[in-house]
T-cell receptor, first 113, second 113 residues
Framework: DAKTTQPPSMDCAEGRAANLPCNHS???????VYWYRQIHSQGPQYIIH???NNETNEMASLIITEDRKSSTLILPHATLRDTAVYYC??????????????FGTGTRLTIIP | DAGVIQSPRHEVTEMGQEVTLRCKPI?????LFWYRQTMMRGLELLIY????????DSGMPEDRFSAKMPNASFSTLKIQPSEPRDSAVYFC???????????FGQGTRLTVV
């Protein structure tokens, strides 16, 4: 199973794009990359996932490098409500029902007013 | 749907007492996960069920912990006897096989004094 590495903390100015990196250099060809976030005192919340193509949804964009060894989560216009811990999930939880969804230490993102 | 419902939201108990945490997954979901979160260890997967059957309980810390899922709409996590080191926030999550997103409850904050 692939492992991930994320910076422990980051700051971003309100209204600017927040770019959160994740290294997953041991990822294999069929393993997805998932991102979740956890706002203080709440349960984790799914954001986005991808395999090899860039993905975008209403919450964020996910840029995956061509070699798939790293990815970047982009929050295009960060707001104070985006302050949270962001987890790049090791892809053990691809097929719910058969595998585990396990969390690393994540990146604590603080949005500065 | 009201989402994943956990009860109680807060629990304070004395060391040695039995504690039961409850979870109602989202209707139609057939996977259920129990997590524990502490400052020291982060989010740890304790056990997960698929179609009411425990698939992997390797994260359960010791025999004092037990989990059951008697039907598709209810699960319990029991600690007997409880110890101060069990103090944590316990999250329940559910998912549907083949879906890409797991949904988390608001958690139960357990304090053992």
């Amino acid at each position: 199973d692939a492992k991930t590495t994320q910076p422990p903390s980051m700051d971003c100015a309100e209204g600017r794009a927040a770019n959160l990196p994740c290294n997953h250099s041991t990822i294999s060809g069929n393993e997805y990359v998932y991102w979740y976030r956890q706002i203080h005192s709440q349960g984790p919340q799914y954001i986005i996932h991808g395999l090899k193509n860039n993905e975008t949804n209403e919450m964020a964009s996910l840029i995956i490098t061509e070699d798939r060894k790293s990815s970047t989560l982009i929050l295009p216009h960060a707001t104070l409500r985006d302050t949270a811990v962001y987890y790049c999930i090791p892809p053990e939880g691809v097929n719910f029902g058969n595998e585990k969804l396990t969390f690393g230490t994540g990146t604590r993102l603080t949005i500065i007013p | 749907d009201a989402g994943v419902i956990q009860s109680p939201r807060h629990e304070v108990t004395e060391m040695g007492q039995e504690v039961t945490l409850r979870c109602k997954p989202i209707s139609g979901h057939n996977s259920l996960f129990w997590y524990r979160q502490t400052m020291m260890r982060g989010l740890e997967l304790l056990i997960y069920f698929n179609n009411n059957v425990p698939i992997d309980d390797s994260g359960m810390p010791e025999d004092r912990f037990s989990a059951k899922m008697p039907n598709a709409s209810f699960s319990t996590l029991k600690i007997q006897p409880s110890e101060p080191r069990d103090s944590a926030v316990y999250f329940c999550a559910s998912a549907r096989t083949g879906d890409t997103e797991a949904f988390f409850g608001q958690g139960t904050r357990l304090t053992v004094v």
